[in-house]
């Protein structure tokens, strides 16, 4: 492809740009090394029934990391860890007896629903549970990962919105509840274990379990927002206890400038996935080719392209994919908790998810893709002037509170203070989470004309010595710019 003429002006198209896109024939040529049939050949393999849907863990987990660290070391990338390309991190795979279980809501002056067996699955706790005839609170189902919290919910049971997200939960955990509790749980494979980082087992964390079922479903539904006359009752019984090595996957192409090499623009996807079906008939396996193999092998071809100039741009640019983002952004939180490269220094996160498929549920998604929380920095700025020079429209697909902003990999990132988005072309999917999730569904030129379109924003970020900021005006960012400058130690007020 021959990028447009926009490239060597795109400064001239904002008024006052914060930020300032990369030029010249090094860029472009980097820009074109990325391809349809190199995407293609990686995530033929990445998504192939060989790797059985790369759970977390498993041996198709394993292999996909060999092969993702045979990549940057066939790219030249340099081994951050010890000279290596893995960052291994020590869980604790938790799985609860299959009986034992007792879950009772009782509504005062109405029905009692017992809650058992496949309709219920704890999917946090690592001691035993015992409450009894404690208070349900519900949080309003609008209510985003960056709403305000009341402290009524401490002591309660908290019956959070289905899909409120992690970052959600995390906040709603340190108000102290009995038990948190989520409704219908995700779509596709359903584990029977939950995975803890063995640093934070024995943590104290408040349980949480996933309830399921048409009876609980429509309690739930006729309940008012706040505080309800549901009670639940819980028991179950101490999960059983199995370590597990897990591997983040990180390689780095140093930056070129002297002043700028020792700051970092990170370049994230999962390379997880939901594994395989209980044995039956027809297909078993979650494939996971957009969701998310097509961001995984565009961190890939992104990283070659990068490593290939010469000189490199001037920050370090550090590609990384990340283990148990489907457990609940379990490699990105483990990251942020241990991070490899200061977060002090680290300018900002892209990750990139299900850029593959352009047949979003809400229509085509043709030369387009958006970023989650488009208001919140001025990172998406900068790719979409990016877009204007390679031929692809960025947008904001949500204004004021985006619901997909905590569903990803960059909000563990935002929470360390850092600007953080995720890039998507397609949110939502037909086979988003089923097993046809395969990857000869995907439209690889257009990936690659957004992957160039990454491309050219990644090395500007780079290259510009003015780093990104969290825009203060936006209410949503509110903890973000506390995070940041907490992290680089400015007061607060």
């Known amino acids: 492809m021959k990028l447009l003429g926009a490239l060597i002006v795109c400064c001239t198209l904002l008024a006052e740009p914060a930020l300032h896109l990369a030029e010249g024939p090094e860029v472009r040529a980097a820009l074109d090394r990325i391809s349809a049939d190199s995407l293609r050949g990686h995530l033929s393999f990445i998504a192939s029934d060989a790797l059985e849907g790369r759970n977390t863990p498993s041996r198709g987990l394993d292999i996909a990391a060999e092969y993702i660290a045979a990549q940057f070391r066939r790219a030249g990338l340099e081994g951050p860890v010890n000279g290596g390309y893995f960052q291994n991190a020590d869980f604790v795979q938790l799985t609860r007896p299959k009986d034992g279980l007792s879950l009772v809501l009782d509504r005062r002056g109405g029905e009692s629903v017992k809650v058992g067996g496949s309709d219920a699955t704890l999917v946090r706790g690592d001691s035993a549970i015992d409450i009894e005839s404690v208070p349900l609170f519900k949080l309003a189902s609008g209510l985003s990962s960056g709403s305000p919290l009341p402290d009524e919910v401490a002591g309660k049971v908290v019956l959070i919105p289905a899909r409120g997200g992690a970052a959600l939960m995390r906040r709603v955990r340190e108000k102290k509840p009995a038990l948190i509790m989520t409704t219908g749980g995700r779509s596709g494979a359903r584990p029977a274990h939950e995975m803890v980082a063995a640093d934070l087992v024995n943590s104290s964390a408040v349980p949480v379990v996933a309830v399921r079922g048409d009876a609980a479903a429509r309690l739930f539904e006729s309940l008012p927002d706040g505080l309800t006359t549901v009670t639940v009752t819980l028991q179950s019984p101490a ?255």
Do not use: C
């Not at 199995?242 to 930056?255: A, D, F, Q, S």
């Open 239 to 493: 999960p059983q206890r199995e370590p597990v090595k897990l591997r983040n996957v990180i390689g780095v192409v140093r930056g070129s400038d002297p002043q700028l090499q020792d700051t970092y623009v990170i370049v994230t996807a999962h390379y997880d996935h939901l594994g395989m079906k209980p044995p039956g008939e027809g297909d078993l396996i979650y494939n996971g080719a957009n969701d998310d193999g097509s961001g995984t092998v565009s961190v890939i071809e992104l990283a070659a392209a990068v490593a290939s100039m010469h000189p490199h741009p001037r920050r370090s640019i550090v590609f990384m994919t990340l283990f148990g983002e489907e457990e609940g952004l379990l490699g990105s939180q483990y990251y942020a908790r241990h991070p490899v490269f200061p977060l002090k220094r680290t300018v900002a996160d892209i990750n990139i998810e299900q850029i593959g498929r352009t047949d979003d549920n809400e229509g085509p998604q043709i030369k387009s893709a958006t970023f989650t929380g488009f208001t919140y920095s001025d990172l998406p700025a900068l790719f979409a002037e990016a877009g204007k020079a390679t031929g692809v429209k960025v947008y904001d697909r949500h204004t004021g509170n985006d619901p997909y902003f905590a569903r990803s990999d960059n909000q563990a990132l935002a929470d360390a203070g850092i600007p953080a988005h995720t890039v998507a072309v397609g949110l939502e999917f037909p086979d988003y989470h089923q097993v046809g999730d395969e990857w000869q569904k995907i439209e690889y030129s257009n990936m690659t004309l957004v992957d160039r379109m990454l491309g050219l924003g990644i090395i500007s970020l780079a290259d510009d010595p003015e780093a990104p900021k969290w825009n203060q005006s936006n209410h949503n960012t509110a903890r973000y710019v506390v995070a940041w400058k907490t992290l680089q130690g400015i007061p607060k007020n």
